[in-house]
């Protein structure tokens, strides 16, 4: 069994490295390893760390047989691994994620802005699912699959997708995506959780819900 995770795994980077170039900007050199710097200055990505100052630490990180702590109200945690955990990553235009789901857990609704997403299944059985934008017959369609362990499944970037641990026991399931730095934005806590608050009558319209609901989600998020 764990032959068979490291494997997927590994297929799983191969897959996400084919295009991870397509939405962060191409190096021109072999790494640009991210440093902080704080003189006001802003760029698109991180400032590069000189190339004889680099070494193997910027390139490595650890902990991802360790799993996640799922007590949460969802039951899901996401340990990923981007250019915060990996300097390296700077310029190249790939992450990558370590999802841990509790019995019947999950990754609520939310999008990555800048990234497409492969997901594989290592334990359990997820049914996930992503939705369409808008179309010009007003289209949201929604396309879901149940995974079992082996199974890969592509969410494309900027689509409201989600992931449910569907058994009585505990799921796990590892990410590639294609920008160092992907974003998320989960769906409920902006709408309902932003700081300061969305006015509760543009919710109470858009979601066309008495103004008393739109209060008490707002109080719980």
């Known amino acids: 069994m764990e032959g068979l995770k490291f494997v ?3 297929v799983l980077l191969a897959l996400a490295s084919s295009f991870a170039s397509a939405f962060d900007p191409s190096p021109l050199q072999d790494f640009c390893v991210a440093v902080d710097e704080t003189d006001g200055v802003f760029v698109n990505g991180k400032f590069c760390k000189d190339p004889k100052d680099v070494t193997e630490k910027d390139f490595f990180s650890s902990g991802l047989n360790i799993p996640g702590d799922t007590s949460g109200r969802v039951g899901s945690n996401v340990t990923a691994v ?3 955990k990996i300097p390296g990553l700077n310029t190249l235009g790939i992450s990558f994620a370590r999802i841990d789901f509790a019995p019947y857990g999950l990754n609520p609704p939310h999008t990555h802005p800048r ?4 997901i594989v299944v290592v334990e ?3 049914y996930v699912g992503f939705v369409t934008s808008n179309l010009a017959n007003g289209d949201n369609r929604l ?3 149940a995974l079992k362990p082996g199974d890969v499944f ?3 970037i900027g689509l409201i997708h989600f992931q449910f641990n569907v058994g009585k026991t505990k799921a796990l399931a590892f990410a590639g995506l294609s920008s160092q ?3 998320v934005i989960t769906i409920a806590n902006a709408v309902f959780g932003s700081d300061p608050p969305i006015n509760p009558d543009v919710l109470a ?3 066309q819900l008495d103004k008393k609901v739109v209060d008490y989600l707002q109080k719980a998020f």
């Open 8 to 10: 997927l795994v590994f």
């Open 82 to 84: 981007n250019i915060e």
């Open 115 to 118: 990234a497409t997403e492969i």
């Open 124 to 126: 359990g059985t997820l």
């Open 143 to 145: 396309i879901t699959k």
């Open 154 to 156: 592509v969410f494309p």
């Open 181 to 183: 730095n992907p974003g």
């Open 205 to 207: 319209k858009a979601f």
